[in-house]
């Protein structure tokens, strides 16, 4: 286990598609790890794996409602609206208003390869969309309607 280094905003690794995981390995599992070790020692709601350098489709969420992992996630419904603010691991020092579903069902894989479906709502379900996005090189920053340094 380990503290990876968080990729900033700016590195081309954080805009680009990621490939689907198809091993559901020890080294999954070790990479899994440290994204936890990451996100709990950064204090964020959520860690995508191009954040810490890997081109892969998976994420972790850390919530009120608990810790997941979720892998090649898919947003099978959503429902609603909700606006509110948003930061970022690798957009250090800023939060924004972005608009995202008030709720998601998610489609995706645990860490042995078994589907999964999920559904959240409210802050859950922000930091799933968020975290999704970022599977597919996108910020939210390219989506806030208002920008602050915080
Ligand atoms: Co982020």
Redesign the pocket.
Known sequence: MAIRNVVQVGDEVLRQKCFPVEVFDEKLHALLEDMKDTVKKEQGAGL?AP?VGILRRLAVVDVEEGYFEFINPVIVQQKGEQSGWEG???VRGKSGIVSRPMKVTVSYQDRFGEKQLLKAKGFFARAIC?ELD?LDGVL?IDKATHIEKS
Do not use: G, N
């Open positions: 995508a954040q970022c691991l690798s968020h970022h939210y």
